[in-house]
């Protein structure tokens, strides 16, 4: 008798418990899907899957696809309306094409009181804002910086004839040595193009749209980009950016161009994936008259046709929060959108904290509009065909421009919109 | 007894005939004739998806554009390449290959078993496989050349060569197929042929040019036919390879639709794209069967 009275008792207590702690779970049961670049960024969004449950009762799917597949997977899906996602992560140049697809996050943002004077001002202007609404929150930001060989150059020029003196100096083909890893399959290299313009005062358009690609800084930084290529391993022309660093990583080059963030960041200080442990550093890019730019930034958001949007508002909230983005930080070489994070003594002393100076100044390489996928193509069509002298310098130019100016007669920004980028 | 068909049998057989045929008919309408169609529909339109508000109906430019878009006239002028030099070292190849197996021996089967594997590789493993091999330093064709002298190529990043190296892996890829279908033609051949032409003193070649290619020829044609059409719808090797590049040298019309429709959401444009790539190979596929009825009625 009293063994049942206390079963009883221990069987109540058991169901208050569990009710308690169902109670307490907001979001018991439910799921969401999140579309994520197959990079870091899915690697620490699945990790984090797990603490989000216990802390909610809802399940997290990760969804990753690789850069080149991942606009189309997104664009179609938003696009047609489809509801599989719950949070999407555009890149900020595909902000301007998506928007109209994506929730406004202002009224998530005030009623939860989210902390958005940590998120660094110019970064959200470009990447997460778009046409006076809030679309998504930034969560990571990578500006044009290169890795270079800490024995082999004591300090990275600050200007582009400097920087090819330094990689006359540096090569050394005979001993099968480059001064540069490049990836030079177009994909990469026009972006790399892109930021030599930039920092040579060059632009795509004004900001009303007039267009001013046709200019002294596109012919000589169309150059230097060929230049480059006199320094690079000749097969640099065929490489993806794996094949690129692979080669920095072997210490088969003194500097490798574009997105130190990732691979060479996670992988440079370890000796079984590395040759060039504790002889590798970061530095800006030749900065020259506009400075660096921020070449990939990435927003979290939720589809307007999401189902289930306060969870997916739940996921941003914690996969932007300070402790996830230092977590980021450390572990994944994301660089935070957080002016608190860039502060913490632990990422001050990080390898990768000079990019900070150069995500403070926020400016974008991209159209944002819904053309600007397009008019990227044809900047990638000119300069690999520059690059490789099937085009001559005239014809790479005019192919830009021309490209570009039918896609604004045909695909006009929205009234308003200002070129706050390129 | 003499069995005569009554008009009503006659009706009958017809409309079972019908029923019969009504699923395929019903599924091809569906699967086939209604989305070309729809894709006909929209080839009329400025279209983008992501621009709704830009939809304009534009009649036959898109049309007029493609003959004036230099990139589609190269990308077709890729394609021709392409498909021309695969597909005729994919024959060329896979009639010799076919040739050595066709004796009947343990050997020869074991290796037309060998002969199927590039078959069975996924296309897009095949070009992932195939871009390492052939990186200029780190590639193992460039390090086995060298032993003969070979300076380094390379293979995939000098736009003069870059398209004759992506039609010879897709000529690997595909010299299997040829040569299994061509295999069994020649094994199909009723041997007193050859007998009687080996008992009359015929050489070798004078077998293989007089009888055998004269009567697998129908089937050659249809294989070239085939790889024809397929060679020109190439898209996963292109893409894992090259992505079309260096700047143009290898973009394909199925790279350059799907950099229209998918990569930029020009539905309109690269509808229109399509429809004309349809008629095209529907043009080419009309020219094989021709030559292949001729063939035909050349053999008797």
Same mark, same amino acid.
């Given at each position: 008798?009293?063994i049942?009275?206390?079963f009883?008792? @221990?069987?109540?207590?058991l ?7 169902l ?10 899907r ?5 990079a870091t ?5 699945k ?19 690789p ?6 997977k ?9 509801s599989?996602?719950?949070a ?8 301007g094409?998506?928007?109209p ?22 970064l959200?202007e ?27 150059i ?35 290299l026009s972006?790399?193009?892109m ?21 002294t ?10 230049k ?32 130190p963030?990732?691979s ?7 000796? @079984?994936k590395?040759k060039?442990?504790?002889?590798w550093a ?6 020259e ?35 996830k ?13 957080r ?7 632990q990422?001050?002393s ?12 926020? @400016? ?6 819904p053309?600007g996928t397009? @008019?990227?193509?044809?900047v ?7 690059i ?23 695909y ?6 200002k070129?706050?980028?390129? | ?19 019969f045929?009504?699923?395929? &008919? ?8 209604i ?6 529909y ?5 279209? +983008?998806l992501?621009?709704?508000?830009? =939809? ?15 990139l ?25 290959v ?10 020869s ?17 095949a070009g ?18 060298s ?6 190529i ?6 003069k060569?870059a ?5 010879f ?17 020649? +094994?199909a ?17 004078k ?9 697998v ?17 190439v898209f996963? =090797?292109?893409?894992?390879? =090259? ?6 040298a ?11 429709? &998918? ?31 001729r063939?035909?009625?050349r053999?008797?």
């Amino acid at each position: 008798m009293k063994i049942r009275k206390i079963f009883t008792i @221990a069987l109540i207590l058991l169901l208050v418990v569990t009710g308690f702690a169902l109670a307490q779970k907001k979001f018991a049961g439910k799921s969401i899907r999140v579309l994520y670049f197959s990079a870091t960024y899915a690697d620490a969004a699945k990790e984090y899957a797990k603490e989000f449950e216990a802390a909610t009762g809802a399940k997290v799917e990760v969804v990753d696809f690789p850069y080149l597949t991942l606009y189309e997977k997104m664009g179609l899906a938003l696009s047609s309306g489809d509801s599989s996602y719950d949070a999407v992560t555009p890149a900020c140049q595909w902000d301007g094409e998506f928007e109209p697809f994506m929730e406004d996050l202002t009224p998530y943002i005030q009623k939860d009181k989210f902390d958005s004077a940590d998120i660094i001002p110019n970064l959200w202007e470009q990447s997460g804002k778009w046409n006076n609404r809030i679309m998504g929150i930034p969560f990571s930001n990578t500006p044009q910086t290169l890795a270079y060989r800490t024995d082999l150059i004591k300090k990275m020029p600050t200007t582009w004839d400097e920087f090819l003196v330094l990689c006359e100096k540096l090569n050394n083909p005979a001993k099968g040595f480059y001064a540069l890893a490049i990836p030079g399959a177009k994909e990469q290299l026009s972006g790399l193009w892109m930021m030599v313009q930039w920092s040579l005062g060059g632009r795509w358009a004004d900001e009303d749209w007039n267009l001013a690609i046709d200019s002294t800084e596109t012919r000589k930084s169309l150059e230097i980009a060929k230049k480059w290529m006199k320094y690079a391993d000749p097969a640099a022309p065929a490489w993806a950016l794996g094949e690129s660093d692979a080669a920095f990583l072997n210490g088969n080059a003194a500097i490798a161009f574009s997105w130190p963030t990732l691979s060479i960041a996670p992988n440079g200080d370890n000796p @079984a994936k590395s040759k060039v442990v504790g002889k590798w550093a970061i530095a800006p890019i030749p900065f020259e008259k506009n400075g660096v730019t921020v070449l990939s930034s990435w927003d979290i958001g939720i589809p307007k046709a999401a189902k289930n949007k306060d969870v997916a508002w739940e996921w941003i909230k914690l996969y932007t929060s300070k402790e996830k983005q230092l977590s980021n930080f450390l572990k994944y070489s994301i660089l935070p959108s957080r002016i608190s994070v860039w502060q913490l003594p632990q990422v001050k002393s990080n390898k990768l904290y000079p990019h900070w100076q150069a995500s403070q100044q926020g @400016a974008v390489i991209w159209w944002r509009i819904p053309a600007g996928t397009m @008019a990227e193509t044809y900047v990638r069509d000119a300069v690999s065909n520059y690059i490789t002298n099937q085009w001559g310098l005239s014809k790479a130019v005019s192919f830009m421009e021309d490209g570009m100016k039918k896609l604004l007669e045909e695909y006009p920004p929205a009234p308003g919109v200002k070129n706050t980028g390129r | 007894m003499l069995v005569t068909r009554t008009a009503y049998q006659s009706t009958t057989d017809k409309a079972l005939s019908w029923l019969f045929v009504m699923p395929v &008919i019903i599924i091809l309408l569906l699967a086939a004739f209604i989305p070309l169609g729809w894709g006909l529909y929209l080839s009329f339109f400025r279209y +983008k998806l992501n621009m709704p508000s830009a =939809t304009a109906f534009i009649g036959l430019r898109n049309y007029l554009n493609i003959f004036t878009d230099e990139l589609t006239i190269l990308s077709l002028r890729n394609n021709v390449i392409f498909a021309g030099l695969s597909v005729s070292i994919e024959l060329l190849v896979g009639v010799v290959v076919a040739m050595m197996l066709s004796g009947d021996t343990r050997l020869s089967r074991g290796l037309v078993s060998i002969l199927m594997v590039p078959m069975i590789v996924a296309p897009v493993a095949a070009g992932t496989l195939w871009r390492m091999m052939l990186d200029r330093t780190y590639g193992v064709i460039n390090y086995l050349l060298s032993f003969v002298g070979v300076p380094p190529i390379l293979w995939l990043g000098d736009p003069k060569i870059a398209l004759y190296t992506v039609a010879f892996v897709d000529a690997w890829l595909y010299i299997p197929f040829v040569a299994v279908l061509i295999l069994s033609s020649i +094994k199909a051949m009723p041997t007193s042929f050859l007998d009687a032409a080996r008992v009359d003193g015929a050489s070798p070649w004078k077998v293989f040019w007089r009888i055998i290619l004269p009567i697998v020829s129908p089937v050659i044609i249809i294989v070239a036919m085939l790889r024809f059409i397929d060679a020109f719808k190439v898209f996963d =090797t292109i893409f894992v390879m =090259t992505q079309g590049g260096p700047g143009n040298a290898t973009e394909m019309l199925p790279t350059y639709i799907y950099r229209q429709g &998918i990569k930029f959401l020009n539905i309109g444009y690269s509808s229109a794209t399509a429809i004309v790539f349809v008629i095209a190979m529907s043009v080419v596929a009309y020219a094989f069967q021709k030559l292949r009825d001729r063939q035909l009625v050349r053999l008797g």
